[in-house]
Every structure is written in structure tokens, then in C-alpha cells.
């Protein structure tokens, strides 16, 4: 699974999005990786489940999440969505507001994808510091995808 493949494979980059909260937010990426056929709608209902049972455990660095359910919950081939918000959503974790205008949603088909390719590869666009700041300013997935190695 490659994070720029995946997003280019599944037309899956929403730029400047508008959500009322985090699980229309949610909403949004899963919808992109429904769309593509990546994912069956019960994904969504799975990070929704999950993220109510457990708060949201996928904030990953400030101002960006990455929401996903276990592969079993509805994912049909490993795939990313990348969604940008006009206006933040806010999560609540450990008793703080948290507020979040990137998410990448990923869908992995086991745990070992999950591990070794989804967190690695999100985690190396966010080694330069400055990404955040490009990906929330970007204006088209071509501004994006020039960020991804």
C-alpha cells in the first residue's frame, strides 16, 4: 500500500471540506474510500463505534487525525483518503478539545499493513513540520500529492 498511489487510485483528496462536527468529518473521508469501492459503509460505523468506546485514539499530531477501524469492519482493499477542513472539528480527548482539519483515513486490510505501511508512510509527510500548514493551505490534490515522497 502506498499513501500517493492509494490517493490517486481512489480519487480520494477533498480539499477545504466544510464538517458540522467530527463524525461528519469522519463522514466525509470514508465517503471518498466508499465511493472507490476500498471500503463498505460499515467502516464508518466501526471508527464512529470505536472512537465513542474509546475517544479518539487516532490523533496523531496536532491538527491531524487519522481514523480507522479494524480491517474486519468493512474494508475491502488497503486504501487512504485525505480530507482538509475550511474551519476545524473539534474531539474530545482526556477531558481537552482538540481541534482537527486534516484527516487521513485509512483502510487496511490487516494489521500488519495498518502498522508497517499506514502509520510509516503518514508519519513521514509530517516529518517536515511546514507540511501541516502546506496541506491545510492547498488548493488543488496536485499540491498534495507534491508533499508525498
Known sequence: MNLKEALIENNSISLQCEAKDWKDAIKLGTNLLEKSGAITEDYYHAIVENTQKYGPYYIIIPGVAMPHARPEAGVIKD???????????????????????ILITLAATSA??????????????FEEENNIEKIKLAKNPEDILNLIR
Do not use: R, W
Not at 485525505?82 to 474531539?91: A, G
Not at 510509516?120 to 509527510?125: G, I, K, S, T, Y
Open 79 to 101: 486504501s487512504f483518503s485525505l480530507i482538509t477542513l475550511k474551519e476545524p472539528v473539534i474531539f474530545e480527548k482526556d477531558g481537552a478539545k482538540e481541534e482537527v482539519y
Open 112 to 125: 500488519e499493513n495498518h502498522n508497517e505501511f499506514g502509520i510509516v508512510q503518514v508519519a513521514d509527510l
